[in-house]
């Protein structure tokens, strides 16, 4: 399989050794909408680039609770879902397809094996830890000096660009699942929105009816 | 200086050049307690190696507040004081010598220059930012999932580990740069915690005076 080259700037580095090794192990795979990939650093998946779709990577607490970590996109790599290459990755994340998602997987051994090997292709997948390591310390920093309602402002404004409307078809509850919040503390929130005329509230609809005062709290400083 | 072969496991797997390479650029250095090292993605002060003493690594919010990442003892490599190396690295951390700290720095650049050309390296490298990324995303998850009160409890029983004593000579405005709140917000709790016969206050000093009450509180589900 040819097509893994792009997603690897590096790729020209590797020994056509290394390159078949790569290519001959990765296989397509289709995760529908809904799909939960890996739950633990137990599970390892294998590496996955993302041809088409969205994931994301949340933390789930032991009461169920859970928060969004990050969100992958088309040509994005998903290292996570295969953290126990690294034996210090010491901690539990949980990807889900967020819509019908295209990746290539690449399996752990394979991708460890010529890691081990290969001096370009460790640094690369350095710079894909770091670039996650560096959404997590941006999420720690909304998290410790951000109110949730410059949070909660933030994540409809992104939302509603994601899927290109203002009438986001979603769950108080769900909300609460990407911020770290409980549901009733989302609606309470929204139905301030709503009473400063930002957002409509109807059954699992939160309509954006003033993008601009969203986006006024989300940058006040 | 052949005394960073210790810090490296992967130190036989260098090439003597490599070893000559990092040895030949490392120097020793004496950090007062209360240095500040580094802050931000701009200064690259370099790898530094940990022979003795303390360092405390803290983000910082644009109204000046703080909260400890992590901590690194003896033996401790500080990878973030070279965070250069990693372009994908984008966020300021900030170090600070807790305790007179003597370290071997070796330059980013002969650092960076020999982890390009070693795969070993460059792994273990990977390793060290893996450890840090779970430190984080343990922080996270404190942050997110626990209250203030067991992070306090936490706090205390840590910093008596480390201090070995009861007695904590630490203002609450330090104990809130911790643990990421301000220093009212800590007095409040501390004297709910002397109310429950916990700790005892007076000026510049925290008692510990139920350890073990502490201790449950910490481990309460």
């Known amino acids: 399989m040819n097509s893994i ?3 690897f700037p590096i790729w020209n580095q ?16 289709s995760l529908p909408k809904g799909t ?13 680039l993302i041809e088409s779709g969205q994931l994301r990577a949340y933390a789930l607490s032991d009461q169920g609770r859970q928060i969004t970590l990050y969100r992958l996109f088309d040509r994005d ?17 949980t990807i889900q397809a967020e819509k019908d998602t295209q990746v290539i997987q690449i399996p752990s051994e394979t991708y460890k094996t010529v890691m081990e ?5 460790a640094n690369y997948t350095n710079e894909i830890m770091a670039s996650r390591f560096t959404d997590v310390m941006w999420l720690m920093e909304q998290v410790m000096w951000k109110s949730l309602d ?3 402002a933030e994540f409809l404004l992104e939302e509603s660009a994601l899927e290109n409307t203002q009438k986001l078809r979603i769950t108080h509850e769900t909300i609460g699942e990407h911020l770290g919040s409980a ?15 930002m957002v409509k509230l109807s059954r699992g609809l939160v309509e954006l009816t003033d993008p601009d005062k969203l986006e006024e709290l ?4």
């Open 5 to 7: 080259a792009p997603y």
């Open 14 to 29: 590797l020994t056509a050794r290394q390159q078949e090794q790569l290519s001959g192990a990765a296989i397509r795979r």
């Open 36 to 48: 939960i990939l890996h739950g633990g650093v137990d599970q390892c998946t294998g590496l996955l």
């Open 77 to 93: 790599i998903c290292l996570m879902s295969a953290s126990c290459m690294v034996r210090s990755l010491q901690f539990d994340v």
């Open 117 to 121: 090997a290969s001096a370009p292709l």
């Open 150 to 152: 410059r949070r909660l």
């Open 183 to 197: 549901g009733e503390v989302i609606t309470k929130m929204l139905r301030y929105f709503q009473s400063e005329g």
């Open 218 to 221: 989300r940058d006040r400083s």
